[in-house]
């Protein structure tokens, strides 16, 4: 029998920056890409190797991608706006609706809002891009 989780229900939280701090869901995420993992590798192949030789160096946990039916009067839309414009660095949380690591936990600026206002039936959204800066706990 599979062991696979849904990903439906999947919450998405952005953090205050208070002390304690409070995390509050964004709202209308329709699809969550990341964190990315990749591990920087140095090439140390010299004259006398007979392989390609590498040398690890620092993980990047890259980007958190994610879409949301853009909504102009959310506060956390609009906060993540505001974030982007400001440069501020903040804490996100990522919680799977279920799973033994349900919790993702990180740090990252927002790099990039691309607003899509289609003709038609389709909404108004918004891809929003996150950098994460340092590392990801999965608890």
Partial sequence: MTQAIRAHGTL???????????FTTIAEVTAINGPELELELADVTSHDSTYREYLAGIADYGE???DVNMVP????HNGL????ENGTLRNFTLTLPSGT???????????????SMPIGADPYKASITLKVSGGVTWA
Avoid: I
């Fill in 64 to 66: 958190v991608n994610f």
């Fill in 81 to 84: 706006v505001s974030d982007a």
């Fill in 101 to 115: 690591l349900d919790v993702c936990s990180f740090a990252a600026y927002v790099v990039g809002v691309s607003r």
């Fill in 12 to 22: 998405l939280a952005r953090g205050d920056g208070g002390s304690p701090e409070n």
């Fill in 73 to 76: 009067d959310d506060t956390q």
